[in-house]
């Protein structure tokens, strides 16, 4: 897939976790979470580290893909990936908001580092 594809389907699955929490479907959630992180693996590995496309994704109409992207862009741009999660924290926009304030408090108490949730560079 290009890049190109690759920031569309990460941006689909959010938009189906978003309906999986909806629907109290955490079998499908977990099932999209694994491809959310195929993605964003295989665009970390991309020379050049392709993650930073993921950043358009901050605009997105969909909190949950909003979500996804600051989490999996913190590593290339902090500042703004923070940013991101403290406006989404901020929104009170459950379950999405919660999500976030718990990954800003993880990240503030050292217990998540950046990269931490993906597989080892190949």
Same mark, same amino acid.
């Given at each position: ?20 929490? @909806?629907?109290?479907?955490? /079998?499908?959630? &977990?099932k999209?979470? #694994?491809?959310?992180? =195929?993605?964003? !693996?295989?665009?970390? $590995? ?7 496309? @993921?950043?358009?994704?901050? /605009?997105h109409? &969909?909190?949950?893909? #909003?979500?996804?992207? =600051?989490?999996? !862009?913190?590593?290339? $741009? ?22 976030a ?22």
């Open positions: 897939m290009t890049v190109k594809e690759l920031i569309e389907r990460f941006a689909e699955i959010g938009v189906a976790q978003d309906e999986a929490l @909806l629907d109290n479907e955490t /079998a499908k959630f &977990n999209l979470y #694994r491809e959310k992180i =195929a993605i964003e !693996t295989e665009l970390r $590995d991309r020379p050049g580290d392709q993650r930073h496309h @993921l950043m358009a994704l901050y /605009a109409p &969909n909190m949950q893909v #909003r979500l996804n992207a =600051a989490n999996s !862009t913190f590593a290339i $741009d902090m500042t703004r990936a923070r940013a991101q999660l403290e406006a989404i924290a901020a929104s009170k926009q459950f379950p999405q908001a919660g999500d304030g718990m990954a800003l408090w993880a990240i503030d108490e050292g217990i998540s580092k950046p990269d931490s949730h993906l597989p080892p560079r190949k």
